[in-house]
Structure formats: structure tokens, C-alpha cells
């Protein structure tokens, strides 16, 4: 019983370790993410509501990535402060066996990889797919932030801004062009009308609406070969119909696992996305969201080696982290061929299992000698 308290503890005490570091290192990421996101209020003219929910949802996306190597100085720090403190020696000189404490570590990181496939094979992507579904579903909220002192916009599809000055709401020098068909409306012809570009003195900003002073509506007519000037004097903009340039379409990265598993098992090809050349970009992603949360338990097994306590250069405890810290970039770099060569993919998927067998047999043997 008192037994089975202390490995409960430590169990608890590694989590609890392996939270905090995830916690850490994603609320730095996030702020990093958060400050790129910000284009989505500057460039892009979306609301703070639409940029906080956007920059939450992907936290999901975030956390995830950093679970190796969380789990990986988690593990590190229990062991190393419990061989300092003598806790562990007071447990071997009881009469417990070291390899009840490796099968301790491998039951966290068997946790920590659970967690990682749930997140990977279904929140992740369902965070992601609902935020991009929510970008797509959400229009530009005002077309200020958008314009900058002395800068070429084209924030939205079709159309390029330019002002010379721009104080609170109030425009000066404006040029406008349009080759997205926004303006064909201010044309005599609407069928031949291929660009429209506007310049004004002055404009007022108001939400989507744009109302300008003292111009010009310049029309190409591209049919004709002709070009039309009408000057204006007052001239009201409804910007509404406006289409930002943000990406909409769901990525490869959002795309749900179910979808991604019956476009690579050729099950269905009705996913527009779905043809001979995604596959080959499919097989990263879903190796790193089913094989490599199997490399887990692997970091463990190496981290167990520090157990043994010795100071030799190639089994002392830097020389530990330095391989469990070398097997994950070693991991992250060759993730990207899996989807065009078939040795590294098939290298990737049972180097798990291969490493496995061969380092938990050696545990077993050097600790039933030490």
C-alpha cells in the first residue's frame, strides 16, 4: 500500500512537471502566433472578437507539437531531482526493483501519448477546421485599419488602396484601383468595363462605407479599346461586397484524420482535395499524427538509462538527454520525406516498435545485474 502511494506520487509528480513545461512553452508560442494573427485586424479589417476567438483555436495546433519534448524534460528533471535527493536509493535499499520504476516512466509516457493522439487525431484538426470555417464565414468588420500613411493596400481581392494621409477617419489623396470587377457599377458599361481606378482629394471612413471628395472614376473598357473620365464632386462606396484575401479553404493541417485516412486508402475521392499528388503531402501528416506519438514511450525507455547513475561519458546523464534530444530532431527532420520515399516511410513506422524490443530486454538485463 505505502508502495503503491509512492509510485501514485510520482506518477502525479511527473504530469504535473509535464504540464507546466507544455503550459510554458505554449503560452510563448502563442504569443508569437498572437502578434502574426494581429494581420488578421491590421491587413485584413476583422473584428477583435473574430481575432481572439481565431488566435484561441489555434492553441490546439500549438500545445500538441511541444508534447515530446515537454514529456522528454519532464521525465528528466523527476529523475535526476530523486537520485539527488536519494529518494530512489532509499526505495532500491527496501528491496524495490528499478525496473518497477521504468515501467513507472513508460506508464506516464504510455499517458502522454494517448493525450498526444487524441489531440492529434481529433482536436487538433476540429480547432483548426472551425477556425478557418470561421474566417470564412466572417466579412472584414472596417475598412480603416486596413489603409496606412503612404502605402499600397491590397488587403482585399480585386482592389488596391493608396492614401497620401490618413488622420482618424479622414482620408487625403486617395487612388483606388480595381481590376477585380468591385467598381463596374460606377462604368457606363458594365460588360465592358474590365478595371475602374478612383482618385480623390478627400475621403471620410465610415465601417465599410467610403464617401470621397473631389475626383475622378477612371474606366477601361476593354472591348472597346476606350477609357472613360468622369469627374465627381461627392461619391458614396459601399465596400460590403469586399472579399479579404485571408486563406478560407481548409488546409491539409485542418483537414479532419477520417477525411485524410479514406483519401490515402483510395476509399473515397468525392474531397475535392483528394488527388494523386495531396497524397504524397497526406502521409507526413498522418504519420506525424498517428506514428510519432509512438516515439513517446521511446524517450522514456532512453530517459530510464539514467537509473543506472553512471559517469561515464557515453552513458552519463548529459550524454542521455543529448540522445532523447537528438532522436526527436531526428524525427521532426525526416517526418518530411515519409511521403516520397517508401524506405523512410516504412524506416518511421516500425522504428518505434524495433527500438523498443531492444531497449526494454537490455533494461531488464542491466538492472537484474546492477
Known sequence: MFQNKIYHNYYIDIFKTFLTIIFALSLIAFTVRAVNFLELIVDNGYSLSTYFKFSILNIFGIAPKFFPLAFLVAIIIFVIKNLNNSEFIILWTSGVKKIIIVNLLLFSSFTVAI??????????????????????????????????????????????????????????????????????????????????????????????????????????????????????????????????????????????????????????????????????????????????????????LICSFLLLNKKKFLSNKKSIFLYSFLLLVFIELILKYTGTNILIKYIYIFTPITIFFILYPLLVYKFSKN
Open 115 to 300: 493525450l498526444y493522439l487524441i489531440f492529434s487525431v481529433y482536436l487538433t484538426p476540429l480547432a483548426l477546421s472551425k477556425s478557418r470555417d470561421m474566417l470564412s464565414k466572417s466579412t472584414f468588420n472596417s475598412f480603416l485599419p486596413t489603409i496606412r500613411n503612404q502605402q499600397f493596400s491590397d488587403s482585399f481581392k480585386g482592389m488596391t488602396f493608396y492614401v497620401d494621409k490618413k488622420i482618424n477617419n479622414e482620408i487625403q489623396n486617395i487612388f483606388i484601383h480595381d481590376a477585380g470587377g468591385n467598381l463596374k457599377k460606377f462604368s457606363s458599361s458594365v460588360t465592358d468595363s474590365s478595371n475602374t481606378s478612383i482618385i480623390a482629394e478627400k475621403g471620410i471612413v465610415n465601417q465599410k462605407k467610403l464617401f470621397l471628395l473631389n475626383g475622378q472614376i477612371i474606366s477601361y473598357k476593354k472591348n472597346k479599346a476606350e477609357t472613360e473620365i468622369f469627374k465627381f464632386e461627392q461619391l458614396s462606396i459601399n465596400l460590403d461586397n469586399l472579399s479579404t484575401n485571408v486563406i478560407k479553404d481548409l488546409k491539409l493541417q485542418e483537414t479532419s484524420t477520417f477525411k485524410l485516412l479514406k483519401c490515402f486508402s483510395k476509399l473515397s475521392y468525392n474531397y475535392k482535395f483528394c488527388n494523386t499528388e495531396v497524397k504524397k503531402e497526406i502521409v507526413p501528416i498522418l504519420i506525424r499524427r498517428i506514428i510519432l506519438p509512438t516515439y513517446i514511450p521511446i524517450i522514456a
